[in-house]
C-alpha cells in the first residue's frame, strides 16, 4: 500500500493563518534575476534608464538581496554605474 | 588593434563654430595616429544630476573608434589640458554596437 503523503505537504498559504506574527512563513519565493536569461536588457553606462532602477533615493547602489540580481550582473553593474556618475548621467 | 568609446564633455557656454573645432580636433588626432573613426554622435546640450565645477549643464560629444594604445595617449594628454572640457572617459570593448542611440530622443525635443 502507498502512503498518502498528502497530509506533509500542506502549508498555510494564507498569511493570516499564522499563529503569530513572527512565525516565518514556510513558503519560499525565488526571484529570477531580471538581467540574465533570453533577451534581456543590456547593461551599460549610456543605458540610463535601465541603471536608475538599481540605484536608491541617494544614489547608492541597490544590494542585490533586495533586486534579485545574479552575482555576475551585479559586479557588471557597479562598474557601469560608477562610469555614468563619472559623465553626470546619475 | 582595439575598439574603443570615448566621450567629453563641454562647457555649456560655447558656440558652434568652437564646438565642432573641438569635434574636428579630436577626430584628426585618431585619425593622425593609425586610428580608425567608425561614428562619432553629438547627444546635444545635457543637464548633470549634479554640479561638474559649477556648471549645470554641457556638450556631449562621443566618439567610437578602433585604435591602439598610443592613441588613447595622445587623447589624454590633450583634453587634461583643453580648458574647455569638463570631463572624459573611455571604455575598451570587445564588440561595438553601432545600432542603439540611448540619446536620440533627448536631441528632437530640444
Known amino acids: ?90 | 588593434m582595439n575598439f574603443y568609446e570615448h566621450t567629453l564633455i563641454t562647457k555649456q557656454d560655447l558656440s558652434t563654430p568652437e564646438l565642432s573645432n573641438i569635434e574636428k580636433k579630436y577626430k584628426d588626432i585618431i585619425t593622425k595616429t593609425d586610428g580608425k573613426v567608425i561614428k562619432v554622435e553629438k547627444w546635444g546640450l545635457l543637464s548633470f544630476a549634479k554640479k561638474i565645477k559649477a556648471y549645470n549643464k554641457g556638450f556631449y560629444i562621443h566618439y567610437k573608434f578602433e585604435a591602439e594604445n598610443k592613441t588613447l595617449d595622445e587623447i589624454k594628454k590633450n583634453s587634461i589640458i583643453d580648458n574647455s572640457l569638463l570631463r572624459h572617459l573611455t571604455v575598451k570593448y570587445k564588440k561595438l554596437d553601432t545600432e542603439t542611440e540611448y540619446f536620440k530622443e533627448n536631441e528632437k525635443k530640444k
Open chain 1, 1 to 90: 500500500m502507498k502512503r498518502k503523503n498528502n497530509k506533509f505537504n500542506k502549508r498555510p498559504q494564507n498569511p493570516l493563518n499564522k499563529l503569530s506574527l513572527f512565525q516565518k512563513s514556510d513558503s519560499r519565493f525565488s526571484k529570477k534575476c531580471p538581467l540574465s536569461g533570453k533577451d534581456a536588457p543590456v547593461i551599460d553606462y549610456k543605458n540610463v534608464k535601465l541603471l536608475k532602477r538599481y540605484i536608491s533615493d541617494t544614489d547608492k547602489i541597490m544590494p542585490s538581496r533586495i533586486t534579485s540580481v545574479s552575482q555576475n550582473k551585479q559586479r557588471k553593474l557597479t562598474s557601469e554605474i560608477k562610469k555614468a556618475k563619472i559623465l553626470g548621467f546619475i
